[in-house]
């Protein structure tokens, strides 16, 4: 065992369709008593059992938890990811053991229905059934296992019906755990989310431009060009967010952060800064020219101070939500 930087760790490859359980995540970081180690990859620092007290000591602020490491492949690891949460913490759903025992299925095609039963805590006749399916439905020969244990498959349009089934039956479900589950990318998934919105196919006919380029869909980077501006961002930021005085205020009214006293201190730090943003036009002018450089010295220092602290804080969100856009 030993003790690591939480940012240096990367997200599981979860069975749980629906991912991580908030409200459990909240309760263990309530919890006073030490956290269990958690396991992890050594070569990839991926977390393969263990994100609920990871995103736990997150939450309490730690910079480092103690952690286990793992070494094998990456099919073994989601196997191994698999039998953890099966035996301990918080329970798998049936759904999500069902879905486990598929994907064990496709990587580890020779395992025995009992080997597999008792890795996802199912019946042997259960495993059974799901094996048959698999084959029926979802013949091995239309997809390929690759390296990392996920089944990715030859036909374009067949990972997006695969997500457009798991969203019909589990909406809530993340982008990540659906991309896994097709074997997409989540870009793709979340193409697919919008068209069924709007009430759309899922697997349209898969446009191309002169020459055989892919327009849009997979292949398409979301890049545009413009030869007098260069090149443009794929992430568009959204409508203009509101100002951080309407922030603040909305952050007042969270009980979490006003029930303890290291709460109750960011909100006054951050309620003297949404309230002095408002008079900076005024505290510029009163500025006296002797004193401008001093100023201007400070307002840098305290500008890295923030981006130092806004870069921290998106790490730690990143644990919890790997697809969140870059800022």
């Known amino acids: 065992m030993i003790a690591v930087p939480i940012l240096s760790l990367r997200p599981a490859d979860s069975p749980r369709l629906n991912g991580e359980d908030k409200g459990h995540i909240v309760r263990l970081a309530e919890m006073d008593t030490p956290l269990p180690p958690i396991l992890v990859d050594k070569r990839t620092m991926r977390v393969i059992d263990g994100m609920h007290r990871l995103m736990a000591a997150s939450l309490?602020?730690?910079?480092?938890?103690?952690?286990?490491?793992?070494?094998?492949?990456?099919?073994?690891?989601?196997?191994?990811?698999?039998?953890?949460?099966?035996?301990?913490?918080?329970?798998?759903?049936?759904?999500?053991?069902?879905?486990?025992?598929?994907?064990?299925?496709?990587?580890?095609?020779?395992?025995?229905?009992?080997?597999?039963?008792?890795?996802?805590?199912?019946?042997?006749?259960?495993?059974?059934?799901?094996?048959?399916?698999?084959?029926?439905?979802?013949?091995?020969?239309?997809?390929?296992?690759?390296?990392?244990?996920k089944v990715r498959p030859l036909d374009w349009a067949e990972g997006r019906r695969r997500a457009e089934e798991l969203l019909t039956q589990q909406p809530n479900s993340s982008l990540r755990d659906v991309a896994r589950y097709a074997g997409i990318s989540p870009a793709t998934v979340l193409d697919v989310r919008k068209r069924l919105e709007r009430g759309e196919v899922a697997a349209p006919e898969k446009p191309k431009a002169p020459g055989g380029v892919v327009a849009s869909g997979e292949g398409a980077t979301g890049a545009t060009t413009d030869p007098h501006s260069g090149p443009q961002p794929a992430f568009r930021s959204s409508p203009a967010s509101p100002?951080?005085?309407a922030t603040v205020q909305k952050l007042l009214r969270d009980p979490s952060l006003r029930s303890n006293e290291r709460g109750k201190g960011m909100l006054r730090l951050l309620h003297v800064n949404a309230v002095g943003v408002e008079q900076l036009p005024e505290v510029a002018a009163a500025v006296p020219p002797h004193c401008l450089q001093i100023v201007v010295q400070l307002a840098r220092q305290y500008a890295k101070m923030w981006h130092d602290f806004a870069i921290e804080l998106d790490g730690r969100a990143r644990i919890i939500d790997p697809l969140l856009p870059a800022w």
Do not use: Y
Not at 68 to 91: C, I, K, W, Y
Not at 118 to 130: D, E, N, R, S
């Open 243 to 245: 100002g951080p005085t």
């Open 60 to 149: 309490q602020g730690r910079g480092t938890i103690d952690v286990v490491f793992f070494d094998g492949s990456e099919a073994d690891m989601f196997l191994r990811a698999v039998q953890e949460n099966v035996t301990h913490g918080l329970p798998l759903s049936q759904a999500d053991r069902r879905a486990a025992a598929e994907r064990i299925i496709a990587t580890h095609p020779d395992m025995s229905d009992r080997a597999i039963s008792q890795i996802a805590g199912l019946a042997a006749k259960t495993v059974a059934t799901i094996r048959k399916r698999s084959t029926d439905v979802t013949p091995q020969s239309n997809g390929r296992v690759g390296r990392d244990g």
